[in-house]
């Protein structure tokens, strides 16, 4: 499938390396914030989610920190894959759930 | 796949036409969400729907408009287009649409306006 925003942010990293993808949010009310994977030619994928009332949520292999101070997002990938290389977006919303904004996306490229 | 589906997925027409794109949620979702992804402005919220009731909306212009039927399918009808309409249209689902529940992307449907 033809790529999406040919000019985004690059992040290269080695295969088994960890990987942090940050995003900067424009809403100081936004209380919740969701991380996505789009996958060439495919739809967004949820990751990860997190509330303002916390500032570190753990899944699997992925963590995402929240610092609400400086509005800001940070997406970890442990050992990182091949499979990982997609692009990474991060929302927010608020009002539960009025008008979702997107960040403009982080590729992520894993090298072998 | 994310049992969301969406027709057609290509689509060519010329400025000033009108189109009309088609999405199926996952069985059992009841909310729908319509998005713009293009090279230029990212990925934008358009509009939201839960069971068949318009519930937020987002960045869509007035030349846009969605509905979604009683079967909780939706269409989202593009109007009086414009080059830069050019872009992935995707629909996604949850299961009520609160924010708090996972959305399912289907694939978009890639509009092209000459």
């Known amino acids: 499938g033809e790529s999406v925003g040919l000019h985004l942010p690059t992040l290269s990293v080695q295969e088994g390396d960890n990987s942090i993808i940050n995003c900067a949010y424009s809403?100081?009310?936004?209380?919740?914030f969701i991380w996505y994977k789009q996958e060439s030619g495919k739809g967004p994928q949820f990751i990860i989610d997190i509330r303002s009332n916390m500032d570190k949520r753990q899944g699997q292999r992925v963590t995402v920190l929240l610092n609400k101070t400086v509005k800001h997002l940070s997406l970890q990938i442990a050992a990182t894959q091949p499979g990982d290389s997609a692009v990474y977006f991060c929302a927010e919303t608020y009002n539960y759930g009025q008008n979702f904004v997107f960040g403009p996306g982080t590729r992520l490229s894993v090298l072998p | 796949d994310s049992g969301v589906t969406q027709t057609p997925k290509h689509l060519i027409t010329a400025t000033g036409q009108r189109v009309t794109l088609r999405c199926s949620p996952r069985?059992?979702?009841?909310?729908v969400y319509w998005y713009q992804q293009s090279l230029d402005q990212g990925l934008q919220f358009l509009i939201q729907y839960y069971n068949g009731e318009e519930r937020a909306k987002g960045n869509i212009l007035e030349r846009f408009s969605a509905q979604q039927f009683p079967d909780l399918h939706s269409e989202l009808n593009l109007s009086s287009l414009e080059l830069g309409d050019s872009a992935l249209y995707f629909c996604a689902s949850s299961v009520d649409g609160r924010e708090n529940n996972e959305q399912f992307f289907g694939p978009g449907t890639r509009l092209t306006v000459l």
């Open positions: 069985s059992g979702d009841l909310s």
């Open positions: 809403n100081s009310a936004s209380d919740y």
